[in-house]
């Protein structure tokens, strides 16, 4: 693994850090902790990975830099802005490094800007964007930190966070940042509030559960964003949040069928199982599609084509269906918006095993549009 010297490092701080712990996070998860303050305490043996602090990277340009050796990373207006130098030229390239002048080809070197770095589709967060790479200026800081907010939004999402809560999370992440509440604490509070959803709707409060409901999908869009923009996501953070996100829908609809004679309006015994069998067999199944599809393809299957990414915008996930009983609330029939999920649920598995069904049959083996 490479030494690091980080150069240039102003006092600004994005989303309630420096930018030099920013970049020690990043390359942390690349396996890179071995830090020198100046390049006559770099092992003789060691690359060196140089980096200017006064420049704000993505995650994803940080790590390939750490695993692309004798390379140089340019700015768009042609700025040298990081190296990773082995051999005899490393104090030579250091020092040029450290004036402002950019390395060339003649020295060893590959000089690459962004798009030669690394491709625009990012895997991870579904969505083809390309990487930023950002001169850190105090004035631009708020431009700055929206385009990083930005890029930590996965592309293929449902209806809700992709296109209500990217403007109020974005300021409840800064806030989370600014105070030091990690994303495990927000997690956390989005799992509390999954509880007190199933509670209420057991007894058919519905209005409470579902302000507690809304209250959960908030939080769960935040905990991940404040993870990616603060550099902070952890193995345990990871599995407690997809855990949640994975388990707890169809019992919180479990709970609504339970809750409606509370309400005066229980279902039949015959369309009680039909929604119960419905629910947790239709979203099982979903998940179990979803799953072999991965296993076959190594994508995920609402990134095929654009119909895919599109569907996923709808299909019965929670949002989506939070919205149906939201719409059955104001319309005083929770019992027909539980229904209404039941039903949904059986046409999104049916799309699934269609889409899954194509890809089996298809000539070429399935690619992201995204990709391409």
Same mark, same amino acid.
């Given at each position: 693994? !490479?030494?690091?010297?980080?150069?240039?490092?102003?006092?600004?701080?994005?989303?309630?850090?420096?930018?030099?712990?920013?970049?020690?996070?990043?390359?942390?998860?690349?396996?890179?902790?071995?830090?020198?303050?100046?390049?006559?305490?770099? =092992?003789?043996?060691? =690359?060196?990975?140089?980096?200017?602090?006064?420049?704000?990277?993505?995650?994803?340009?940080?790590?390939?830099? &750490?695993?692309?050796?004798?390379?140089?990373?340019?700015?768009?207006?042609?700025?040298?802005?990081?190296?990773?130098?082995?051999?005899?030229?490393?104090? %030579?390239?250091?020092?040029?490094?450290?004036?402002?002048?950019?390395?060339?080809?003649?020295?060893?070197?590959?000089?690459?800007?962004?798009?030669?770095?690394?491709?625009?589709?990012?895997?991870?967060?579904?969505?083809?964007?390309?990487?930023?790479?950002? !001169?850190?200026?105090? &004035?631009?800081?708020?431009?700055?930190?929206?385009?990083?907010?930005?890029?930590?939004?996965?592309?293929?999402?449902?209806?809700?966070?992709?296109?209500?809560?990217?403007? =109020?999370?974005?300021?409840?992440?800064?806030?989370?940042?600014?105070?030091?509440?990690?994303?495990?604490?927000?997690?956390?509070?989005?799992?509390?509030?999954?509880?007190?959803?199933?509670?209420?709707?057991?007894?058919? %409060?519905?209005?409470?559960?579902?302000?507690?409901?809304?209250?959960?999908?908030?939080?769960?869009?935040?905990?991940?964003?404040? &993870?990616?923009?603060?550099?902070?996501?952890?193995?345990?953070?990871?599995?407690?949040?997809?855990?949640?996100?994975?388990?707890? !829908?169809?019992?919180?609809?479990?709970?609504?069928?339970?809750?409606? =004679?509370?309400?005066?309006?229980?279902?039949?015994?015959?369309?009680?199982?039909?929604?119960?069998?419905?629910?947790?067999?239709?979203?099982?199944?979903?998940?179990?599609?979803?799953?072999?599809?991965?296993?076959?393809?190594?994508?995920?299957?609402?990134?095929?084509?654009?119909?895919?990414?599109?569907?996923?915008?709808?299909?019965?996930?929670?949002? !989506?269906?939070?919205?149906?009983?939201?719409?059955?609330?104001? &319309?005083?029939?929770?019992?027909?918006?539980?229904?209404?999920? %039941?039903?949904?649920?059986?046409?999104?598995?049916?799309?699934?095993?269609?889409?899954?069904?194509?890809?089996?049959?298809?000539?070429?083996?399935?690619?992201?549009?995204?990709?391409?």
């Amino acid at each position: 693994m !490479p030494v690091v010297l980080i150069l240039a490092e102003p006092v600004i701080r994005l989303w309630g850090i420096t930018s030099s712990e920013r970049l020690r996070r990043s390359l942390a998860k690349a396996g890179v902790t071995h830090f020198v303050s100046d390049i006559s305490q770099k =092992p003789e043996s060691a =690359p060196l990975l140089i980096l200017k602090a006064n420049w704000v990277f993505d995650d994803v340009l940080v790590q390939r830099l &750490a695993k692309s050796p004798d390379t140089v990373l340019i700015s768009g207006m042609g700025d040298a802005v990081a190296a990773h130098v082995t051999g005899g030229n490393i104090p %030579a390239i250091a020092h040029l490094m450290e004036e402002g002048i950019c390395p060339d080809e003649a020295m060893g070197l590959r000089v690459v800007d962004v798009a030669g770095l690394t491709g625009a589709y990012n895997d991870a967060l579904r969505k083809r964007e390309q990487p930023f790479l950002l !001169p850190l200026l105090e &004035a631009d800081l708020p431009a700055i930190e929206q385009r990083m907010f930005g890029a930590s939004y996965k592309g293929v999402t449902d209806l809700v966070t992709k296109y209500l809560w990217p403007v =109020p999370a974005r300021h409840v992440t800064k806030l989370c940042a600014v105070l030091g509440i990690t994303p495990n604490q927000v997690t956390f509070a989005s799992f509390l509030l999954v509880c007190v959803s199933f509670a209420c709707f057991w007894q058919g %409060a519905y209005w409470w559960g579902m302000l507690s409901a809304i209250g959960m999908t908030f939080l769960d869009t935040v905990d991940g964003k404040l &993870a990616r923009v603060t550099l902070t996501s952890s193995k345990i953070g990871n599995v407690f949040d997809h855990g949640i996100d994975l388990i707890h !829908p169809p019992f919180w609809w479990w709970a609504w069928i339970v809750g409606l =004679p509370h309400a005066g309006l229980g279902l039949s015994p015959e369309l009680e199982r039909f929604a119960l069998l419905a629910i947790f067999a239709g979203y099982i199944v979903q998940r179990v599609i979803e799953g072999i599809f991965m296993r076959l393809y190594g994508m995920h299957i609402h990134v095929w084509r654009p119909f895919d990414s599109w569907f996923r915008l709808i299909t019965a996930r929670r949002n !989506p269906n939070l919205i149906l009983l939201l719409l059955s609330l104001f &319309a005083g029939r929770p019992d027909l918006g539980i229904l209404a999920v %039941a039903v949904w649920t059986l046409l999104s598995l049916l799309v699934h095993a269609v889409q899954l069904v194509q890809a089996m049959a298809a000539r070429e083996k399935p690619v992201s549009w995204l990709s391409r």
